[in-house]
T-cell receptor, first 115, second 109 residues
């Protein structure tokens, strides 16, 4: 389809393992966003890319979280040495332009469970 | 401190009637406001948006109202349909969007 695609849909990892979550944005979308959504909460901002440039990473909870978008398209969110509190749904969104007043379009998310 | 607040965790409305979902925000610099709808196990789906230069935007059954002086926006759905049952998120910001915690809407037959 033409929407934002995230993989895997579900990921189970043992505490201490590293995980990598992938996001394929809508083709041609300049901006890409990562969010973390805990149960019963709204999505919380993690980081934002405009093309390959990471313009804002203020929402990343710790230095164990790292995101990249090397060619300005696909993005990967990596979490090192996972902890139980990292369990959440990780949502990726993309929007057409880098300026404001453009709606973000979301993927279905990756549900991460840390045992 | 929450910058975007949806004070009603849930709302039940009879099919065919009007659903009104409310949202308050604290940052007067926010210039773009959106509503998203979310079904279980799916990502949020964009519904409707409004910029700060307007006070109303309409798209079919959905209308968003913005009251900048009160820092309040609302989403009206009329008439409400069974497929409208979902969680609705209000969001506000500029380049970075802040989401509320959501309101679960139940449309009753």
């Amino acid at each position: 389809g033409a929407g934002v695609s995230q993989s895997p849909r579900y990921k189970v990892a043992k505490r201490g393992q590293d995980v990598a979550l992938r996001c394929d944005p809508i083709s041609g979308h300049v901006s890409l966003f990562w969010y973390q959504q805990a149960l019963g909460q709204g999505p919380e901002f993690l980081t934002y890319f405009q093309n390959e440039a990471q313009l804002d990473k203020s929402g990343l909870p710790s230095d164990r979280f790292f995101a990249e978008r090397p060619e300005g398209s696909v993005s990967t969110l990596k979490i090192q040495r996972t902890q139980q509190e990292d369990s959440a749904v990780y949502l990726c969104a993309s929007s057409l332009a880098g300026n404001s007043n453009q709606p973000q379009h979301f993927g279905d998310g990756t549900r991460l469970s840390i045992l | 401190d929450q910058q975007v607040k949806q004070n009603s965790p849930s709302l039940s409305v009879q099919e065919g009637r009007i659903s009104i979902l409310n949202c308050d925000y604290t940052n007067s610099m926010f210039d773009y406001f959106l509503w998203y709808k979310k079904y279980p196990a799916e990502g949020p789906t964009f519904l409707i948006s409004i910029s700060s230069i307007k006070d109303k935007n309409e798209d079919g059954r959905f209308t968003v109202f913005l009251n900048k002086s009160a820092k309040h926006l609302s989403l009206h759905i009329v008439p409400s349909q069974p497929g409208d049952s979902a969680v609705y998120f209000c969001a506000a910001g500029d380049d970075k969007i802040i989401f509320g915690k959501g309101t679960r809407l139940h449309i009753l037959p």
